[in-house]
């Protein structure tokens, strides 16, 4: 319906997404308006904001913020668990405002979800959008992947928004679009299962029931059962962390314990990268870690914000775009992102087979380019202690456990 450039605020010196109507004689600018005056009702921080309006050269042009890239977009590459919560999170919040002034916007769908950096959603495109009134007619607009049963057949209701939001949501996690019966299980259950809590697979099951009587009545109604899914899963998570944190400070001194991290974080952080901290004991890890050096639990970095531009879907931790395998955990091979190749400064050693050749960082386990299990063991620079497991490159007078297999370090 319309064209989106992005230009130059010359006043106010900033990017911004102009969004100007095509000429069609299906499309009328009476819609265009509509859209500006609905969102302009909505302010809220998960909602696109329109900065502007006006009529230019007999063009109804309509200033927006402009955001780096649809969630349609980022939906196609890797996720990590804790990003796709992020995002699901501010998607509910959105809708729930826009329900809450009594608006369906019945068009959800990935494309009018905009990312903008730091992972900030905003929801887009009211052109769609009714107000609700006790007898509310409309067409059967809308994107079909997407559409409710009832809106296909022009009666649009707030369980309509829910039921898209429902799919929209169900493929972020999953990574797959279920399509008409909508019988569950649907096409990527197993995935579904292993990233999100039953509790929330729930919650989308219902969001995506053939009968509108079935589900949340509005968006608001879902975001509430969805916080609460959060604070429980939340509290769980801290109850079993502070059992945890206990046991460990009464057996060990949580005191000499921060201060020998201390001392190797002085040592070693550079060398090893260990800005993360243990999902169990909080000891100083790295992303690339198979295993805690300090009480052994198995990928202890698991829901840190990775330094890579993309996520391993298995095991979650950081990929590059053109790798073809997971480096860490000889995950199943994904599509490659891009046929360009990267270079990075991480690369230090090249893959031992002659039919690769291809370039390895540090500890890896795999080469992401060919499979090849990595056989050559990584020193720690400044450092001769190797593990007499693995021969990877530990820091003997720290650590309880090789971090790369887990085997106990003799002192």
């Known amino acids: 319906m319309a064209d989106v450039y992005r230009a130059a605020d010359t006043i106010h010196k900033t990017r911004v997404a102009l969004k100007v109507p095509k000429s069609d004689d299906n499309v009328s600018n009476d819609d265009f308006l509509r859209e500006v005056q609905i969102a302009t009702r909505l302010v809220h921080p998960n909602i696109l904001t329109v900065q502007d309006a006006s009529f230019i050269d007999d063009h109804f042009v309509i200033a927006m913020e402009l955001g780096t890239e649809s969630l349609a977009d980022r939906i196609e ?3 990590s668990g804790v990003h796709a919560m992020l995002i699901a999170e501010q998607a509910l919040a959105a809708l729930a405002h826009a329900h809450s002034k009594k608006i369906i916007h019945c068009d959800i769908k990935p494309e009018n979800f905009i990312l903008f950096p ?12 009714k107000v ?17 049963p009832e809106q296909a057949m022009g009666r649009p ?9 429902g799919l929209v949501l169900y493929r972020l996690f999953s990574g797959k679009l279920p399509e008409w019966p909508f019988k569950w299980p649907m096409v990527g259950h197993d995935r579904l299962q292993k990233r999100i809590p039953p509790e929330l697979a729930a919650l989308l099951r219902k969001a995506i029931q053939l009968d509108p009587a079935d589900r949340y009545k509005t968006a608001a109604e879902m975001y509430a059962a969805f916080r ?18 206990l046991s460990s400070s009464s057996n060990k001194g949580s005191a000499w314990r921060r201060l020998q991290w201390r ?17 169990r004991c909080d000891g100083p890890v790295a992303e690339n870690m198979q295993g805690c050096p300090w009480c052994g639990v198995s990928h202890p ?10 996520v391993c879907p298995r095991c979650e931790r950081g990929v590059k775009s053109d790798w073809a395998y997971c480096a860490w955990c000889y995950g199943p091979g994904f599509e490659i992102e891009t046929e360009r190749r990267y270079p990075d400064k991480r690369y230090s050693s090249k893959c031992a087979s002659q039919r690769c050749r291809q370039p390895l960082m540090p500890f890896m386990q795999y080469c992401p380019w060919c499979q090849v299990k990595v056989k050559k063991a990584t020193k720690i620079t400044g450092n001769k202690d190797k593990c007499v497991s693995c021969e990877h490159g530990i820091a003997r007078e720290f650590w309880k456990y090789c971090a790369w297999c887990s085997y106990p370090v003799e002192r």
Do not use: W
């Open 118 to 129: 730091g992972n900030h959603l905003k929801l887009a495109d009211f052109g769609f959008a």
């Open 132 to 148: 609700s009134l006790k007898t509310l007619k409309a067409s059967g607009s809308g994107t079909i992947d997407y559409i409710a």
């Open 157 to 165: 209701k707030f369980q309509s928004d829910v039921f898209s939001l």
């Open 228 to 245: 609460r899914i959060q604070r429980s899963t939340k509290r769980s998570s801290s109850i079993s962390k502070s059992k945890k944190k």
């Open 301 to 310: 970095s698991r829901g840190a914000e990775t330094s890579m531009p993309a």
């Open 77 to 79: 590459r890797r996720i």
């Open 263 to 279: 001392e190797f974080q002085r040592q070693f952080r550079t060398a090893l990268d260990t800005r993360h901290e243990c999902r």
